[in-house]
C-alpha cells in the first residue's frame, strides 16, 4: 500500500512541495556585486593605505573564519549534513554555502551563528587591528552575510522542518 507525504520519513525533494519562491532580481544582484567596491573606495578615502591593505585581506580572512564557524556549527548539530556543503564562488553565494538542499531550520542557525559569532570576533580582535581593519573586515563579513540573512528574514514564518534550495536566480522553499 502507497503510503501519503506526510507518513514517509526518507522522502526526497521531489516528494516536496513548493511553498515559496524567491526571485533575485537582476537589478539587486548588480547592487550587491558593486557593494564592496563603493566600501572600499571609501574605505580607502578615510584610512588610506591601511583602508586598501584591509580591504583586500578582509574577503579571505572573513571567508575562512566564516567557513570555520559553519563547520564547527555543522558538526555540533549535524555532522551528515556536511555533505551538503560546499565551497561555492557564485555571488550571492560566495564561500561555504549550501550546495544541495538543505533544512531551513540547520540553514537559519548556521547563518545567525556566522553571523553573530563572526561580529563578536571582530569586537574583539579591533584592539589589534585599529579602526581600519575593523572597518575593512566588518564591510566583508556584512557583504557575504547580507544573502543569507536576507533569506532567513523572508523565511522566517515558515516551518522550520522544510527544505531550502539555493539556486542562481531564486531561493526555493519546500515543504512536504
Not at 572597518?135 to 557583504?143: I, P, R, T, Y
Request: with cysteine; hydrophobic share 45%; charged share 15%.
Amino acid at each position: 500500500m502507497r503510503q501519503t507525504l506526510q507518513e514517509q520519513k526518507n522522502a526526497t525533494v521531489y516528494q516536496y512541495r513548493l511553498v515559496n519562491k524567491i526571485d533575485i532580481y537582476p537589478r539587486l544582484l548588480q547592487t550587491y556585486k558593486i557593494a564592496p567596491f563603493v566600501g572600499i573606495a571609501i574605505e580607502i578615502i578615510l584610512f588610506g593605505w591601511n583602508g586598501l591593505l584591509f580591504g583586500l585581506i578582509g574577503l579571505p580572512a572573513i571567508t575562512l573564519l566564516r567557513f570555520i564557524l559553519n563547520r564547527l556549527t555543522l558538526l555540533r548539530v549535524d555532522n551528515y549534513q556536511r555533505q551538503r556543503w560546499g565551497w561555492n564562488i557564485t555571488i550571492p553565494y560566495m564561500g561555504y554555502s549550501p550546495v544541495s538542499e538543505v533544512k531551513l531550520g540547520l540553514y537559519r542557525k548556521t547563518e545567525l551563528t556566522m553571523f553573530w559569532i563572526g561580529l563578536c570576533v571582530l569586537g574583539a580582535l579591533f584592539p589589534w587591528i585599529k579602526q581600519s581593519g575593523f572597518c575593512g573586515l566588518l564591510l566583508w563579513h556584512l557583504w557575504l552575510a547580507i544573502p543569507g540573512l536576507i533569506i532567513c528574514l523572508k523565511l522566517r514564518r515558515q516551518q522550520h522542518d522544510g527544505v531550502v534550495k539555493l539556486e542562481s536566480e531564486n531561493i526555493s522553499y519546500y515543504h512536504r
